[in-house]
């Protein structure tokens, strides 16, 4: 103990006349008047003290304070970021009903120059194969739908209806290997009939040699057979090839409607016997 208090008298006297001073400034302070010699001696050596520790005092509190900012903006970024796809959605919903009514606008304008009742459908599924090129409509005998129906688009023909049942019908596109349609070219009235090809394309049969078609030409419906009405686009001729023999030319044609990308269609309410 001895040695203990030989090694650390200079502390032990420092301190002990730290804590007079301090105990004598204490028992001064609740008195009025100015402050005397040792209050001033006291308050020189402890205003550097007492800035110290309010500056310790205060760091942690700013860190604290730092830290909950830190929490709010990071509380409101995710928020923001959840308004943002909200209304990236919104956004995209509009849009597709903006597309919709424009397509079922136009649909109508199509519906207007038809003179038979017709009446609009949903493409709900789609059958293409190497044999067969199908679309399904969710139309069926309910409302007023029978096989050999015409389907429109407002780019031309799509097909004809076959296997109506009550709410659903399948469409033949005129793609399809089976499909015919009696047509005409546009320019020239040349005749024949489009046949389904398979890989979105056709051919115009029976187009005598001698008649007048060139690739460009529009090819549309004769009315002949009294399934389509007469005058609705079928497509492009893509390709005129007259051989050396025989009494026809070869020709393709694009069709005017992608298949692939209807969404909705027309149906006339016509049948052969009509």
């Given at each position: 103990?001895?040695?203990?208090?030989?090694?650390?008298?200079?502390?032990?006297?420092?301190?002990?006349?730290?804590?007079?001073?301090?105990?004598?400034?204490?028992?001064?302070?609740?008195?009025?008047?100015?402050?005397?010699?040792?209050?001033?001696?006291?308050?020189?050596?402890?205003?550097?003290?007492?800035?110290?520790?309010?500056?310790?005092?205060?760091?942690?509190?700013?860190?604290?304070?730092?830290?909950?900012?830190?929490?709010?903006?990071?509380?409101?970024?995710?928020?923001?970021?959840?308004?943002?796809?909200?209304?990236?959605?919104?956004?995209?919903?509009?849009?597709e009903?903006?597309?919709?009514?424009?397509?079922?606008?136009?649909?109508?304008?199509?519906?207007?120059?038809?003179k038979?009742?017709?009446?609009?459908?949903?493409?709900?599924?789609?059958?293409?194969?190497?044999?067969?090129?199908?679309?399904?409509?969710?139309?069926?005998?309910?409302?007023?739908?029978r096989?050999?129906?015409?389907?429109?688009?407002?780019?031309?023909?799509?097909?004809q209806?076959?296997?109506?049942?009550?709410?659903?019908?399948?469409?033949?596109?005129?793609?399809?290997?089976?499909?015919?349609?009696?047509?005409?070219?546009?320019?020239?009235?040349?005749?024949?009939?489009?046949?389904?090809?398979?890989?979105?394309?056709c051919?115009?049969?029976?187009?005598?040699?001698?008649?007048?078609?060139?690739?460009?030409?529009?090819?549309?419906t004769?009315?002949?057979?009294?399934?389509?009405?007469?005058?609705?686009?079928?497509?492009?001729?893509?390709?005129?090839?007259?051989?050396?023999?025989?009494?026809?030319?070869?020709?393709?044609?694009?069709?005017?409607?992608?298949?692939?990308?209807l969404?909705?269609?027309?149906?006339v309410?016509?049948?052969?016997?009509?």
């Amino acid at each position: 103990m001895l040695h203990f208090i030989r090694k650390h008298i200079l502390h032990i006297v420092v301190g002990i006349g730290l804590l007079t001073a301090l105990l004598v400034y204490s028992l001064n302070l609740p008195k009025a008047g100015q402050a005397n010699m040792v209050e001033r001696s006291v308050g020189s050596i402890l205003a550097p003290v007492q800035g110290e520790v309010s500056r310790g005092a205060y760091f942690p509190l700013l860190i604290w304070e730092n830290y909950m900012a830190l929490v709010n903006v990071r509380r409101e970024n995710q928020r923001l970021k959840v308004d943002v796809r909200e209304l990236n959605s919104r956004l995209a919903s509009a849009e597709e009903a903006r597309l919709e009514n424009e397509r079922l606008n136009a649909l109508m304008n199509l519906r207007r120059t038809i003179k038979e009742r017709a009446v609009t459908a949903q493409v709900i599924g789609e059958d293409v194969t190497p044999w067969f090129r199908t679309l399904t409509i969710d139309r069926g005998s309910e409302d007023g739908l029978r096989d050999g129906m015409p389907v429109l688009a407002v780019g031309g023909v799509v097909g004809q209806t076959v296997k109506v049942t009550a709410n659903s019908s399948r469409v033949m596109l005129l793609t399809d290997n089976a499909s015919g349609i009696a047509a005409v070219i546009q320019r020239s009235r040349a005749r024949g009939v489009v046949k389904g090809k398979g890989d979105n394309l056709c051919s115009l049969e029976f187009a005598m040699r001698g008649e007048d078609v060139q690739v460009g030409d529009q090819v549309i419906t004769s009315g002949v057979g009294g399934i389509f009405p007469k005058g609705s686009l079928i497509g492009e001729v893509t390709m005129v090839k007259k051989g050396e023999y025989g009494v026809f030319q070869t020709v393709t044609i694009r069709p005017a409607v992608n298949s692939a990308r209807l969404e909705e269609v027309l149906v006339v309410l016509r049948t052969t016997q009509e």
